[in-house]
């Protein structure tokens, strides 16, 4: 886990009036921030769910989601659809993803991915898998990076990734990687990871490990940098991964692996907290902390995929920036190009879902629960 841990305009007056009658049970709007009630110009875009991570050992991870239909943001929805579920849905939401008719939510403390319904969000299946992080998918299978061992253990052995076939929804099979492995990314038949071994700093790894998935064997490790993390691959098949750094002296940073070579390309000095890739600009947030100062750097920044080149304005209206504390979570709707922000704000109260104009200015924002996490839409 990160160690520092919508109001757009609507088509008539009607639409507003059906808005408030049917979300006043849900979730109340600050009116006076923005005024206007959210509804998108969507056709094939149903919604997003939201994954609030919550607060850990409280099992306060929490699944919202937003209707663009009916304009409804709704809270706590897989509660609502399996009230037998004791605990909800878990502790600490760390992902999730959507794959053909199934949703599946990686809840990193309560070891587990619960398997849902997309549309209904009932429960299907849990799936029982120790400090489990981060899923992709490929080809029928769901790949999962799992931690092992107790949280912050710094004897913990190395990380696994799961395989899970999709239909059967059981494990099928397993290969060791680094410590702490993160994110992923799948490309070729290949998976590569970014282990981070942060549960033993300054000892932390510093390497990509390179899975074929045919003979499911790590293959190789590229040498990067200390405490990976982040992982995105844009169009033309190379991959981004973020270091976090020590919080001391050596900076948060971005590589550019090659997969036709596997080896590193470029480096960036970039802070990175999260990113995202859309129409081959790469949007990047840092929420960069330091030990020495006790402080965390925000900032935003854009990244041109295809000419490797850092772009100079950010993505955010200067006069917008003071709206977000703590960004924690980005993405951006593909139908309207509008950037998705969340806000953990103080990590233990509810924060917020900003929405930002492709141009970079406030459109709509919505409190969400603790620690908003992870938006993924619904076709």
Known sequence: ???????????????VVFFFNACSSNENFDDSVNPEVPTEPIVEL??????????????KAALDYMDFETGIYEKEVFRTANPEEVGGLGDVGNDMGIYGSKLYVVV????????????????????????????????????????LGSIGDPNAVNGKIMEI?????????????????????????KIYVANSGGYSPPEYESTVSVVDIASFEETKRIEVDINLHRMQIDSEGDIYVSSRG???????????????LDEVKQTFDLAVS???????????????????????????????????TILTNSFIADKDKELIKIPYGITINP??????????????????????SSEGAFKWSVETGDIPNKVVFKY
């Open 165 to 189: 076939d999709t239909t059967s929804l059981s494990v099928t099979r397993s290969v060791d990687v680094g410590r702490q492995p993160e994110e992923l990314v799948i490309h070729n038949d």
């Open 108 to 147: 990193n403390a309560s070891n587990k991915v619960e398997v849902l319904d997309v549309n209904t969000r009932k429960k299907i299946k849990q799936i029982n898998v120790d400090n489990c992080r981060y899923i992709k998918f490929y080809n029928g299978k769901a790949y999962l990076t799992t931690y």
């Open 246 to 260: 020590d919080y001391y002296q050596t900076p948060s940073k971005l590589f550019v692996i090659d997969t036709e």
């Open 274 to 308: 999260n990113m995202t890739i859309f129409d081959d600009i790469m949007y990047i947030y840092s929420t960069e902390f330091s030990y020495l100062t006790g402080e965390n750097t925000i900032s935003y920044n854009r990244l041109d995929t295809k000419t490797e």
């Open 335 to 356: 139908e309207t190009k509008d950037i998705l922000i969340t806000d953990a704000k103080d990590y233990v109260t509810p924060g917020t879902l900003y929405c930002f």
């Open 46 to 59: 149903k919604g997003f769910y939201l994954l609030n991570e919550g607060n850990m050992s409280m099992n």
């Open 1 to 15: 886990m990160n160690k520092r841990k919508l109001s757009v305009q609507i088509a008539s007056a009607l639409a």
